[in-house]
């Protein structure tokens, strides 16, 4: 590759010639102006540059975010700049001082025009950060773009300086296109929430219902060919948008955008996806041809398309539609609402919903994964120690993976579970409940509409009791007690109930037949098993094992992880076992006498004969006829 590495360096010293940013185009006065170039792709530094003008008073201040958007977790997006400095229009420094972690103080000295410019350090394809090197570059917003400080409704516009040797790259963004790579967005917040590619990506695009939808792939593993997955993110799509079409769509289209774009990356050791207001970034660590079985019904190709479905339904869920306390952002701190089950969790029960109405899961597999995610449920010790709702509030503490502290310095793993599965599961009950109380006249569908309708975007977004209203206004039934049980509650979800509208049978296979000990286990750096965790009350925790123990051998054989699961076959509740292990270098034995498995295997399945209401909730809920009806 090309590269001239002394213009690379030199870039950030010269000045910016913002002259040139919008070729000729003049936005409104008062925009701030950006531009970002490149150093040496194996320093892995962007250069970015910030001019704002029409500033008054003594200082001006620049800040980065904490976090993103959508990811909920205290990034410290500040760790990465380097090289800070400040200038005014005719080039004489600035004096500046950090105000906090994040922030830049600059003094004016009478001047009304500052020039920050800064690297970040971007290597990194974790969701939510930035990465460059000689493949590619990828902006994710909040990690790179510092904003003024009180001027985030300013408009903004960006010009991007391809690396050098590197004219071959393309940019692929939701960010509106003015100029020669030149972008312009409404504000900071629409700037932050484009992310950016740039690279030699392969691109594929559709149009439905007057949008224009871009597949952007990068894939530095296999180049697989993606036209199945291509084909059946359309149909995704189509099946999606019509939901919220008669709320959200205009005159001209279905969706509230004229164009989407899905930034796909197949890149090693990277996964997940963040949502956007006209895009996703989705990275897949496998390539298209992966199907390796995940969970019943669903292998791992299968998974790309539910986390493809889960990111486009949040156009509407959580990037229009959205607790109150989710916009306008704050950057510097938690935003806390009870309400992510919404926001994501009942994205997941659209987002899997959707690949059955599209004709993508077959039923039988969505009952089967459902069957799983009861059972995996039912399992979590946090469901005593936290509501649903209490879930999304306390979702910015994480249990973390690195180092001894994260690992084991906490005790989320048996306090709190996920809201994304709490609020898929209560996904079903809601919308059963609904269909079930106007004879099928209503559905969770009309709920959403009604919510976006009152309170999506532009509007300042929903309080908690707003859902709570609107649930009762859809469904002419007080819906404040399934509320108040089994949202901001902890009592037992009555799956048989509500699955039985839809004409399901819940099925619990119990399990205490069998022997159980309350370890669970993981591979630790040197390959052999290390507990992960003891479920309270457990048999292992009674007779003293802990988070951290090397386990050694059971009843004096060795133990892997290969034969761990099978270690306690042929034994029986009641029967003693001895566990060996490794404890801060000293080897230990415990005793523990095993219990029978308190947990049940759930299953749900079709009823034999089901009544015609049930039939009609079903059909309309799967968008699929009721097998064998002709």
Not at 144 to 169: A, C, D, F, H, S
Not at 255 to 275: I, Q, S
Not at 442 to 469: N, Q
Request: with cysteine; hydrophobic share 40%.
């Amino acid at each position: 590759m090309r590269f001239k590495l002394l213009a690379a360096i030199c870039l950030l010293a010269a000045p910016f010639d913002f002259a040139q940013i919008g070729s000729g185009t003049v936005l409104a006065a008062g925009s701030v102006d950006y531009g970002l170039g490149f150093g040496a792709p194996n320093t892995h530094l962007l250069d970015v540059t910030i001019r704002a003008d029409e500033l008054s008073g003594p200082a001006a201040e620049f800040a980065i975010p904490d976090w993103a958007p959508g990811a909920y977790l205290i990034n410290d997006y500040a760790r990465n700049v380097q090289n800070f400095e400040a200038h005014a229009a005719d080039g004489h420094a600035l004096a500046w001082r950090k105000a906090d972690k994040q922030t830049w103080r600059i003094e004016l000295e009478g001047s009304t025009t500052v020039i920050i410019r800064y690297r970040i350090y971007a290597n990194t394809m974790a969701n939510n950060w930035a990465q460059y090197n000689d493949r590619h570059a990828f902006i994710g917003g909040p990690s790179v773009w510092m904003y003024l400080v009180g001027g985030k409704e300013r408009p903004v516009r960006v010009k991007i300086n391809l690396p050098q040797g590197e004219e071959t790259w393309r940019v692929a963004t939701g960010l509106d296109h003015i100029g020669d790579n030149t972008y312009s967005a409404a504000n900071y917040d629409w700037l932050a929430d484009c992310p950016i590619e740039l690279s030699r990506w392969t691109e594929r695009t559709f149009d439905y219902a007057g949008t224009k939808y871009h597949f952007v792939v990068h894939d530095v593993m296999g180049q697989k060919d993606f036209s199945q997955a291509f084909n059946d993110t359309e149909r995704i799509v189509r099946s999606l948008v019509p939901i919220l079409a008669p709320v959200a769509g205009t005159g001209e289209q279905a969706a509230p955008f004229r164009e989407y774009w899905f930034l796909m990356h197949v890149w090693p050791e990277a996964g997940g996806g963040l949502e956007h207001l006209d895009s996703t970034q989705i990275n897949f660590s496998a390539d298209w041809d992966d199907h390796a079985a995940r969970v019943p019904g669903e292998d791992a190709y299968m998974r790309k398309l539910f986390v493809i479905s889960h990111e486009f339904f949040h156009v509407w869920n959580v990037k229009r539609l959205r607790p109150r306390p989710l916009g306008p952002f704050d950057y510097t701190r938690e935003d806390l609402t009870p309400s992510l089950w919404i926001s994501e969790g009942l994205t997941s029960y659209y987002g899997e919903l959707a690949l059955v109405r599209a004709g993508i899961l077959t039923p039988d597999n969505y009952l089967l994964a459902m069957g799983d995610l009861l059972t995996k449920f039912e399992r979590e010790p946090g469901r005593a120690e936290r509501s649903i709702e209490d879930t999304s509030w306390d979702t910015w503490f994480r249990q973390g993976n690195g180092g001894r502290m994260q690992r084991y310095g906490f005790n989320l793993t048996n306090t709190t579970y996920s809201y994304y599965d709490g609020g898929q599961v209560a996904g079903h009950l809601l919308d059963f409940a609904i269909r079930q109380a106007t004879g099928n006249g209503k559905s969770l569908d009309d709920w959403m509409r009604l919510l976006y309708s009152r309170y999506a975007l532009p509007k300042p977004g929903f309080e908690p009791g707003d859902p709570i209203r609107a649930a009762t206004e859809i469904s002419g039934q007080d819906m404040s007690d399934f509320f108040h049980r089994y949202i901001s509650g902890k009592d037992a979800l009555p799956y048989e109930q509500y699955f039985a509208y839809a004409g399901l049978r819940v099925v619990r296979e119990p399990q205490a037949s069998k022997p159980w000990a309350g370890i669970e286990a993981a591979k630790g750096d040197d390959g052999r098993p290390v507990v992960s965790n003891i479920i309270p009350g457990s048999p292992a925790e009674q007779a003293g094992l802990d988070r951290g123990d090397v386990l050694v051998a059971w009843n004096g054989k060795e133990v892997t992880m290969e034969n761990m699961a099978g270690a306690i076959e042929g034994l029986h509740p009641g029967d003693t076992f001895r566990v060996t292990v490794l404890r801060e270098k000293e080897l230990r034995e415990f005793s523990m006498s095993l219990a029978p498995n308190p947990y049940s295997v759930i299953r749900i399945e079709r009823v034999e004969k089901p009544t015609e209401i049930q039939k009609k909730i079903y059909e309309s809920w799967m968008g699929q006829p009721w097998p064998g009806k002709k």
